[in-house]
């Protein structure tokens, strides 16, 4: 069933084609560069650029996966959370293509989009899994039962890793978004030169990162700017592995204690490459699978949107159009 996936929840314009929930036949991504120079995404400007931009990367989305638009057979959207303005635009931009064209609409929620790379990704995945969501605006460990069906373990108190990781990167000096950034620097660093705080270590699968966040910026006002400059890679590296260490511990715990054979991870900061390294460690030591998305399906992108929306219609059928934008949405 070929499925256009359509994600606009913040600053990445993204169309794609998925057949059936498994074979990505393209996706689209545009990342809005006019955000830079404000170090943010404005949501105003976002919203205004997926307007600009929706149909040209619709199109090219077709002409990439080599269909036409009446193939199509089902139009999934993200519908929350996220900016209002920017979900408003995809989501119109769906449901008047699926009026227009006949077909039905799965509005979807941008979590379970996340979530789903996985399904998307790979085969081998039991529908039974433990998921460690890790995103710009999101940091939750979920039991997903089967698709649909989830339990939320424990998720931050405050601020999400990926906040974290970029709100560092921009006292660094590394730009905006930097988690990307700051996996790289870290990658010349040593993990082990400072000892940054692991917050609620004993608080079930509750994560906080805003403590760590406040630590890592004062450590570095206190250093001299030569210090600073010299030490820049091995103080990324610490502070990344004080956030991938307290992910991983709580993901292994809860897989062990739930008795959950396999694990994945998604959302933005799946791409870290330490959090990837030291979870497969750390999993395998303790029996568990360990899966991860490939870079492009972790940050935002269409095809998710379009495997959880085809997953969804699968369960449950098409939306009816007059669902909204809810940038609040819940997961459960
Ligand atoms: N290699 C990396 N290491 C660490 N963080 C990364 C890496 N690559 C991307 N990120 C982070 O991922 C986040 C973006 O992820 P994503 O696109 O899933 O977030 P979002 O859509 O803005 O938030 P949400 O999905 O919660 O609504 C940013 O915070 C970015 O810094
Ligand atoms: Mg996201």
Redesign the pocket.
Known sequence: MLTLGIET??DETSVAVVDSGSKTLSNVILSQSVHTKFGGVVPEVASREHVRTIIPIYKQALEEAGVTRDQIQLIAATMG??LVGPLLVGLSFAKGMAWGMEVPFVAVN?MEG?LAANLLSQPDLDDNHLTLIV????TMLVHVRSFGEYEILGRTVDD?A??A??KIAKVMGLGY????E??KLAKQGDRTYERFPRAMRHHEYRFSFSGLKTAVAQYLDKLSAEERDKHLPDIAASFQEAVVDILVEKTVKAAKEKNIRDVTIS???A???RLRELMQERLTRAGKRFFYPPIQLC??NAAMIAAAGYFRFQKWGATEFVVDAVPYLPLD
């Not at 978004?177 to 990307?180: D, L």
């Open positions: 929840s913040c959370p996220g941008h996340h995103s710009g605006g999101h999400a990926g906040e990781f970029d978004p930097g988690g990307a700051v996996d959302g933005g900061v791409a870290n490459s940050t935002d």
